[in-house]
């Protein structure tokens, strides 16, 4: 067995890990960075190419960073699982290369989906509510019991999650050729999704089908969508309704929480402009900075305003840089691309990342080590597929099924 195919079982089997324990994943994930630096060859120039020049950049200005903070031992923990999801989205970048393997890749992301979420769905029934944080059910307002979260540790990572798997199968349920188990997927992410009761995955959904609708000129999407609704509102009816009801909102501690967050977190910007405080430290500065938030917070609720005050000027644009690149591809595939099979993953990608930029506004999951691991993986799918069809289009030889 060649390293390249040592390489995409390694990707897979960590993948699969994931979904039952992010630990077991990132282990798997360990095991990949190992291989590779014993395998890899000294005069590989690809390595150090223009294919990893943003990659290399990241890594010296985080190991900058390391140097910089305060908390290097909360520095090195978030480097570390960078350096690993890296890793990972190199391995896939670049040692799957035909249809089939990511058509593989994808099915594994699926089966992982239909873990996660169906545990989600168990915990629902099964799980003890006095073991939930008071501030995920606010019960000073709403009657929620139980708000699942899965093997990701917090409905609103849950919540982001299931919805950029949503958005990956039912736009490829017109061309994936084992439709059966997307099905499966969506029908048990989106029951799983109602019991995370989370407000901004369902708002992001609800924007998302519609923008699908528009993209694949078919009114499903939509029926979808109004499918969600009903179910949400049969489930529990007043609980949704009154979290979506703006005076409600408005009440609730989340509301007021988020705002003194996003307070505290312009005022550690204004203080730590340029290079931030070091990766993995808002724990520490929103406890110091604020005299009302006492509980561990861990980002700053923002995907925007959490990448400045971590990482400052320098590494909000490093991000702008890696996620534009993504997008870019995602978009050129939809509107470039003649094989009905790439535009579909195309448009995908494309609903993943708005999902993401959606989420990011009122939330900063995407730095949450059980969510980032998947979108490295989503970045380097889009990347990958799209790399690779504009070299194998001068040959005629990339893609072939055609649905």
Known sequence: MGNRRIEQRIVMASLIAASISIYIGYLGLLSLLIYKIFKMKTCEKDFLGKNNGTLWVIIIYLLFQLLQTRYTFYGLQAFTLIILQIAAYIAIRDNFST????????????????????????????LDPSDLPKSWVDKNIYDIQIRVYSTLYNPNVLGAYLVSMICMTIASLEEIRKRPVHVISLFLCSI??????????????????????????????????????????????????????PEFAAKDSSIEYRIEIYRTVIDIIEDHMVFGTG?????????????????????GHNLFLHTMAETGVIGLLLLLIMLG???????????????????????????????????????????????????????????????????????????????
């Open 99 to 126: 249809e089939k393997e990511y058509s593989t890749l994808i099915n594994i992301l699926v089966w992982g989906s239909i873990i996660i979420s169906g545990i989600g769905i168990i915990q629902y029934f099964y």
């Open 192 to 245: 799983c999704l109602i019991f995370t009761y989370s407000r901004a995955a369902l708002l992001t959904l609800a924007i998302a089908t519609m923008v699908l609708t528009a993209l694949k000129k078919n009114k499903r999407y939509i029926i979808y969508g109004i499918i969600i609704l009903i179910a949400a509102l049969m489930i529990d009816g007043s609980n949704y309704t009154q979290r979506m009801n």
């Open 279 to 299: 990766l993995n430290t808002m724990r520490v500065y929103i406890d110091q900075y604020s005299s009302e938030i006492k509980a561990p917070v861990f980002h």
């Open 325 to 403: 690149k993504s997008i870019k591809n995602s978009i050129e595939m939809v509107n470039e691309s003649q094989n009905r099979g790439i535009k579909t993953i195309g448009i995908s990608m494309s609903l993943f990342y708005m999902t993401l930029l959606i989420q990011g506004i009122v939330d900063a999951v995407v730095f949450a080590p059980q969510y980032s691991i998947f979108v490295w993986t989503m970045m380097a799918i889009s990347d990958g597929i799209w790399i690779n069809s504009r070299k194998e289009y001068r040959q005629h030889r990339w893609w072939k099924y055609e649905g």
